[in-house]
């Protein structure tokens, strides 16, 4: 899939901004791949932390009515249902802690716990924007500084 990306985008900053806003690969994928592309760290931590933060409002703010619209259709539904289920059974922390949880969960470099389902797990677990947000980007930092130190 990089080179895929790769060859669509031959720009190395770009690839590692377009690897940070990716559900997929996230800042957890962008930090090493950009570090792996030989950019200087500095460059790499602005560009995988930015890209991780643009899909974070639209996010918040839209995924729940968005969903469900989606989830009305019989195609989607299924899949909704066990995307919902997953992030429930991963998001302890979140149901325990809230707000806090909500930035640990974020925070944790591991698969299932990035900004796009802690995006999730905030509108599930119906934390207000102007709680979810700070503590996904405390969350994002911790995760850049955790995957940088690794």
Sequence with gaps: MIGLIKNLFNNKEVLVFILGMMPVSELRGAIPAGLAMGLPLKNVLLLAIAGNLVPVIPMLLLFEPVSARIRKLRLFKKFFDWFFERTRKKADLIEKYE?????????????????????????????????????????????ALIVTAA
């Design 99 to 143: 707000v806090l949880g909500l930035a640990i969960f974020v925070g944790i470099p591991l698969p299932i716990t990035g900004a796009w389902t802690g995006c999730v797990a905030a509108t599930m677990f119906k934390i207000k924007f102007k709680y979810a947000l700070p503590a996904i980007i405390a969350g994002i930092l911790t995760a």
